[in-house]
């Protein structure tokens, strides 16, 4: 899951790109608004953390212009602004959620979580896969009886990539869109390495391979 972090305060921007790293997004950091309008341009984002404060160009201009243009990426507006009228022109301007500074990161977490969620599967409460649920806490794999199944974390984001996108075929190039960072090296064909690991620890139909075209993940109803 691929995530733009718009912060111009360096210090809290790094521990935040740290934490979301931890928390199994791919983070990409714009420290100023031109920047990262261009970025939520041309980059596909699953989710954008917001400041509003920013040098060159404010915020709420950079969300204007993402969905003027047509970009619906959910984004979560994070700002030291907590009057209830700037919260919203927060909404107005096209955002999903909004969180006040100082935050807890465990609410920021949750929320994001949520966010991405409701975007693809409405409603879900949680990511199933088999006799499994995907634990986003942990980054694993647990059954009813306790049965813990740990992902790396590049298993885990592209597993809960599938699983946001069932029954879709989804292509080597675009699975590596959104499971590396923008100055990741991507190589496609490590994708076909942790789809073959995915297997080992799901069973090997759950993945299927489209010859040519790219991988499906089949929900079972
Ligand atoms: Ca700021």
């Given at each position: 899951m691929r995530l733009l972090l718009v912060e111009d305060d360096a210090t809290l921007a790094g521990q935040l790109r740290d934490t979301l790293r931890e928390a199994g997004f791919a983070v990409d950091v714009a420290e100023n608004g031109v920047d990262a309008e261009h970025l939520g341009m041309e980059e596909d984002y699953d989710l954008v953390v917001l400041d509003?404060?920013?040098?060159?160009?404010?915020g709420l201009d950079v969300l204007r212009a993402w969905r003027a243009a047509g970009r619906h990426m959910p984004v979560l507006i994070l700002t030291a602004r907590d009057a209830w009228y700037e919260k919203v022109d927060g909404f107005k301007a096209g955002a999903d959620d909004y969180l006040t500074k100082p935050f807890h990161v465990q609410e920021l977490l949750a929320r994001l979580q949520a966010l991405a969620r409701r975007q693809k599967v409405?409603?879900?409460?949680e990511l199933r896969v088999g006799k499994y649920r995907l634990d986003e806490d942990r980054q694993a794999l647990v059954a009813e009886d306790g049965e813990t199944v740990p992902l790396t974390r590049t298993e885990f984001r592209l597993l809960r990539y599938l699983l946001l996108h069932p029954g879709q075929v989804l292509s080597k190039t675009r699975l590596t869109e959104h499971v590396y960072e923008y100055d990741a090296d991507k190589d496609s064909n490590v994708i076909e390495v942790y789809v073959n690991r995915l297997r080992q620890k799901l069973g090997k139909d759950v993945i299927k391979t489209r010859r040519g075209q790219g991988y499906v993940y089949q929900a079972d109803e």
């Open positions: 509003l404060g920013l040098p060159d160009k404010p409405p409603a879900a409460p």
